[in-house]
T-cell receptor, first 111, second 115 residues
Framework: DAKTTQPTSMDCAEGRAANLPCNHSTISGNEYVYWYRQIHSQGPQYIIHGLKNNETNEMASLIITEDRKSSTLILPHATLRDTAVYYCIVRVSGGYNKLIFGAGTRLAVHP | DTEVTQTPKHLVMGMTNKKSLKCEQHMGHRAMYWYKQKAKKPPELMFVYSYEKLSINESVPSRFSPECPNSSLLNLHLHALQPEDSALYLC??????????????FGEGSWLTVV
């Protein structure tokens, strides 16, 4: 699986959009980009995933560059409850393929 | 809300004890996983079961023994653990189909303290 690079930490004001970047320059054509988050002392929570096209769900939007070498997770209106570690992971979809976590980005949302 | 249920939420055990962590899911998933997470570190994969058979063992010490009695249940048997094994143990599950999207869903974890 390809490796990812994320900033160690980020801050965001409550109510503003949080834009979390991820670099995955060695991503393969059959690898998806997945985003999970982990709020303190809880299990990782699935947010969104995508292959080529931008994706949106009730939690977030995922913007993938045309060359697929980077992506951005957007939380449109961050709340204090969005404070968490956010993990960007690339993996081949299908079967029981591994989900390998990197260090992630610690997002702090402040009033 | 997660549909992967782990018990117990907290466990304290001595180094000579034998205990088990349990995981259950009713989403019809046929792949189940155990992860270990130390404080302030990302989760690390330990085992993967596919259709009730062990598919991946990430070189985990034998004092950790997984078991998948049926498609809904996954156990992790613990014996002769060391204090450094204290961690959050996470169970997860997913479909095991080719090209399925195959999102992995996690439970809330079991906090293990070895004394």
């Amino acid at each position: 699986d390809a490796k990812t690079t994320q900033p160690t930490s980020m801050d965001c004001a409550e109510g503003r959009a949080a834009n979390l970047p991820c670099n995955h320059s060695t991503i393969s054509g059959n690898e998806y980009v997945y985003w999970y988050r982990q709020i303190h002392s809880q299990g990782p929570q699935y947010i969104i995933h995508g292959l080529k096209n931008n994706e949106t769900n009730e939690m977030a939007s995922l913007i993938i560059t045309e060359d697929r070498k980077s992506s951005t997770l957007i939380l449109p209106h961050a709340t204090l409850r969005d404070t968490a570690v956010y993990y960007c992971i690339v993996r081949v979809s299908g079967g029981y393929n591994k989900l390998i976590f990197g260090a992630g980005t610690r997002l702090a949302v402040h009033p | 809300d997660t549909e992967v249920t782990q018990t117990p939420k907290h466990l304290v055990m001595g180094m000579t004890n034998k205990k088990s962590l349990k995981c259950e899911q009713h989403m019809g998933h046929r792949a189940m996983y155990w992860y270990k997470q130390k404080a302030k570190k990302p989760p690390e994969l330990m085992f993967v079961y596919s259709y009730e058979k062990l598919s991946i063992n990430e070189s985990v010490p034998s004092r950790f023994s997984p078991e998948c009695p049926n498609s809904s249940l996954l156990n992790l048997h613990l014996h002769a653990l060391q204090p450094e094994d204290s961690a959050l143990y996470l169970c997860a599950s997913s479909q095991d189909l080719p090209n399925s999207g195959n999102t992995i869903y996690f439970g809330e974890g079991s906090w293990l303290t070895v004394v």
